[in-house]
C-alpha cells in the first residue's frame, strides 16, 4: 500500500510539473553573463604561480603548447559556464558600487583575465589536435570575454578589453594560415557578428564619477576627502581659500569635456587632438586651481595607441584571413601595414603604430 501512494503521489508530481508554463522554467540565455561568469569563477581549478605563468607564456607567444601543460588541469566546468555566458542574450551587468568612487572594487577583471588565458590555451590544444572547429568556437569565447571585461565601461576596463582582444587575435594569427578557405570564411563571419569594442570615449566619460564623488566627500568633511586623495601638508592648502573648491571642479569638467571632444576623433586627427590636450594639462599643471586637473585626470596617449593598435590588430587579422597562405607585398598596396617574410611564416607590422602581429604557416 505504502508503494502505490508513493506512486500515486509521484505520479501527480510529474504531471503539475509537466503543466508548468514554459515561461517559468529559467533558461541561462535570459541569465546576466555576469551571473554566469562569477559561477566559472568557482569553477577555476587552482593554479600555482609557476602554473599560471606558464599558461601566459603560451598564449603569449612566449612558449610552444604542449598537451601536458593541461593534462592535470580540469576547466570542463569553467568552460560550461563560459559557453552559456557568452551565449547569454541579456546584458552583462557587473553591480559594480560605482558610489563608492575611488574606493570602488574591480574584482570582475582579474577573473576575466584568467577566462581569456585559459580559453586560448584551450584552443591552443584544439589546434595541436588538428580540430580547428572546436578551436576557433573557443577563440570566439575568447572574443566575448574581452568585451564583456568593458560592460561596464571605465578607463581600466578599456584597456582590459583591448589587451584581450589583442591576444586574441594574436592567438588566431599563428594559426589561421593553416586553415582551409571555409575555416577562414566561417571565423571573418563569425568574428564580423561581435559586437563592437567599447570605445574610449564612452569609459573616459566615467572619469567624472571621481569629481561627483569628491564634490560629495567634500560636502560631508573636507579632512577626511583630502586624505582620501592623499592630500596632506602644503598640498591641501589650495583648499583653504574660499570658492577655490568650486573652482577646481569647474576647471575639471571644462577639460575633461574637451579630452571626450579629442577622444572623438579619429585617426591621426584624433592623436593630435590627445597630443595637444594633454599639453595644455602639463602647462598649467602649477597653477593652484588646476590642481584636481594634475591629479585624477589621466594620461591618454598611450590609451589612445592600445586601441589604435587593437583596430590595427583586426585590420591585419582580416586581411590575412581573405587571402590565406598566398599572401604576398603586393596584396599590401595600400593597406596602412606591410608585409615581411621571417621565420617560416609572415609578419605584418605597422611603423606608425609601432605594432605587428606574426602569422606562422
Request: hydrophobic share 45%.
Amino acid at each position: 500500500m505504502k508503494f502505490k501512494i508513493k506512486s500515486i503521489l509521484l505520479a501527480i508530481f510529474c504531471c503539475v510539473s509537466s503543466l508548468a508554463p514554459a515561461g517559468d522554467v529559467r533558461s541561462s540565455r535570459n541569465t546576466n553573463p555576469a551571473l554566469l561568469y562569477w559561477q566559472a569563477a568557482a569553477e577555476l581549478p587552482a593554479l600555482s604561480d609557476a602554473q599560471a605563468k606558464q599558461l601566459r607564456e603560451i598564449v603569449d607567444g612566449k612558449a610552444d603548447f604542449k598537451a601536458e601543460h593541461i593534462e592535470e588541469l580540469n576547466f570542463e566546468r569553467t568552460v560550461n559556464f563560459l559557453r552559456k555566458a557568452v551565449a547569454s542574450e541579456a546584458p552583462c551587468e557587473w553591480g559594480l558600487v560605482w558610489e563608492d568612487s575611488l574606493e570602488m572594487r574591480t574584482p570582475h577583471l582579474a577573473k576575466m583575465r584568467e577566462f581569456s588565458v585559459m580559453t586560448l590555451v584551450l584552443a591552443e590544444a584544439k589546434f595541436s589536435k588538428g580540430e580547428t572547429a572546436a578551436g576557433i568556437d573557443l577563440l570566439l569565447i575568447a572574443h566575448h570575454i574581452a568585451r564583456d571585461s568593458d560592460a561596464a565601461p571605465s578607463l581600466i576596463s578599456n584597456v582590459i578589453q583591448n589587451f584581450l582582444e589583442r591576444r586574441t587575435i594574436a592567438t588566431a594569427a599563428r594559426h589561421c594560415m593553416g586553415w582551409d578557405a571555409v575555416e577562414r570564411e566561417n571565423y571573418t563571419r563569425r568574428l564580423a557578428e561581435l559586437p563592437d569594442l567599447g570605445p574610449l570615449h564612452r569609459a573616459f566619460l566615467t572619469e567624472l564619477v571621481w569629481i561627483d564623488w569628491f564634490k560629495k566627500e567634500v560636502e560631508g568633511d573636507l579632512e577626511e576627502a583630502l586624505k582620501k586623495l592623499g592630500l596632506r601638508g602644503k598640498k591641501s592648502d589650495p583648499f583653504k581659500s574660499p570658492g577655490v573648491i568650486g573652482e577646481m571642479i569647474a576647471i575639471y569638467r571644462k577639460r575633461h569635456a574637451g579630452g571626450v571632444a579629442a577622444l572623438k576623433l579619429e585617426g591621426e586627427a584624433r592623436r593630435l587632438a590627445v597630443a595637444e590636450f594633454e599639453k595644455g594639462i602639463a602647462a598649467n599643471k602649477d597653477r593652484p586651481e588646476n590642481l584636481f586637473v594634475s591629479l585624477l585626470m589621466p594620461t591618454l596617449h598611450k590609451m589612445v595607441r592600445a586601441e589604435d593598435q587593437t583596430e590595427m590588430a583586426r585590420a591585419m587579422l582580416e586581411s590575412a584571413l581573405d587571402l590565406g597562405p598566398e599572401i604576398s607585398e603586393k596584396d599590401m598596396v595600400g593597406q596602412p601595414f606591410q608585409l615581411v617574410r621571417k621565420d617560416g611564416g609572415v609578419e605584418l607590422g605597422s611603423k606608425e603604430l609601432e605594432f605587428s602581429l606574426k602569422f606562422a604557416k
